[in-house]
């Protein structure tokens, strides 16, 4: 069983930066593959950015790559997501999951965080 807490998040303006943070929670949370999703209003949930248990790979998807960077620290079980140059089309609500298998499939995830607003004001 493993536990995800969410913080970070907010208000930002256009080409702002923010950087939510994960903490897992459970005796092998660092064993776990750990992805970033969000969900826009009406919009379906999507894949932000994914990364391995030990941090070795990493997956993003197109509209963020060279702006988001997904990184973990298994001290402190705990995922990051920096963003930078953030955009209108970025706002929404922020996910993080865990899966014992690395995944880019929302479906797949075992765990979720509760969820932070992210909303970039032009």
């Known amino acids: 069983q493993v536990q995800l807490e969410q913080s970070g998040g907010g208000l930002v303006q256009v080409g702002g930066s923010l950087r939510p943070s994960c903490a897992a929670f459970g005796r092998t949370s660092s064993s776990y593959a750990m992805g970033w999703f969000r969900q826009a209003p009406g919009k379906e949930r999507e894949l932000v950015a994914v990364i391995s248990s030990s941090g070795g790979t990493t997956h993003y998807t197109d509209s963020v790559k060279g702006r988001f960077t997904i990184s973990r620290d298994n001290a402190k079980n705990t995922v990051y997501l920096q963003m930078n140059n953030l955009k209108p089309e970025d706002t929404a609500v922020y996910y993080c999951?865990?899966?014992?298998?690395?995944?880019?499939?929302?479906?797949?995830?075992?765990?979720w965080g509760q969820g932070t607003q992210v909303t970039v004001s032009s």
């Open positions: 999951a865990a899966d014992y298998f690395y995944t880019v499939k929302a479906g797949e995830y075992d765990y």
